[in-house]
């Protein structure tokens, strides 16, 4: 094993036995960032979120991540600006191929555009891009592209109907302590 990959295996241990459960959003962001996030300014990241592979996770500005979240960055997440992940919001970019005699693994990044919002429960699965100011409903199952500014929920996710906003918000919020 490489230098490298033990400082990934490092920084992944550190950051979700530990890190994570700080009640601080300065050491959590810090940690991530030292171990190779690149996240803007302005955005929040609750405790007990979970990440793989931090160095393959990219978070625009002014986001607010909830409690509890799950990052599976094996594939490579993006989030756009003001985004917004509920609590216990899973991003899975990995899965295994069904038909593989070994359990072969397969990883596909999963894209999030600026001013989406993905509710509590929520699951979206890799290689989903969900749209700008795109809306996914509690407890949904996302396997589908969102297109910009549908509302999808339901397990799968289907669209039930179409924002209308200017988008003009910011999405940061940070609550101190959490």
Same mark, same amino acid.
């Given at each position: 094993m490489?230098?490298?990959?033990?400082?990934?295996?490092?920084?992944?241990?550190a950051y979700?036995?530990?890190?994570t459960?700080?009640?601080?959003?300065?050491?959590?962001?810090?940690?991530l960032r030292?171990w190779?996030a690149k996240?803007g300014?302005g955005?929040?990241?609750?405790r007990?979120t979970?990440v793989?592979?931090?160095?393959k996770?990219v978070?625009?500005r002014?986001c607010?991540?909830?409690f509890?979240?799950?990052?599976?960055?094996?594939?490579?997440i993006t989030l756009g600006?003001n985004?917004?992940?509920?609590?216990?919001?899973?991003?899975?970019?990995?899965?295994h191929?069904?038909?593989?005699?070994d359990f072969?693994?397969e990883?596909?990044?999963?894209t999030?555009?600026?001013f989406?919002w993905?509710?509590?429960?929520s699951t979206?699965v890799s290689g989903?891009t969900i749209?700008r100011?795109?809306?996914?409903g509690a407890c949904?199952?996302?396997r589908?592209?969102?297109p %910009?500014m549908?509302v999808?929920?339901?397990? %799968?996710?289907?669209?039930?109907g179409e924002?209308?906003s200017?988008?003009t918000?910011?999405?940061?919020f940070r609550?101190?302590?959490?």
């Amino acid at each position: 094993m490489s230098l490298a990959q033990k400082w990934d295996q490092l920084g992944v241990a550190a950051y979700n036995i530990v890190l994570t459960f700080i009640p601080s959003h300065t050491v959590r962001l810090g940690a991530l960032r030292l171990w190779g996030a690149k996240i803007g300014s302005g955005t929040s990241i609750s405790r007990g979120t979970t990440v793989f592979d931090i160095d393959k996770l990219v978070i625009g500005r002014d986001c607010s991540i909830g409690f509890r979240c799950l990052f599976d960055a094996r594939g490579g997440i993006t989030l756009g600006d003001n985004v917004v992940l509920a609590s216990d919001t899973q991003l899975i970019t990995g899965s295994h191929v069904i038909d593989s005699d070994d359990f072969a693994a397969e990883f596909k990044p999963i894209t999030i555009d600026s001013f989406a919002w993905v509710a509590s429960r929520s699951t979206v699965v890799s290689g989903v891009t969900i749209g700008r100011g795109g809306v996914v409903g509690a407890c949904s199952l996302v396997r589908e592209d969102v297109p %910009p500014m549908a509302v999808v929920a339901g397990v %799968p996710a289907r669209q039930r109907g179409e924002r209308a906003s200017a988008l003009t918000y910011s999405a940061a919020f940070r609550r101190l302590f959490y």
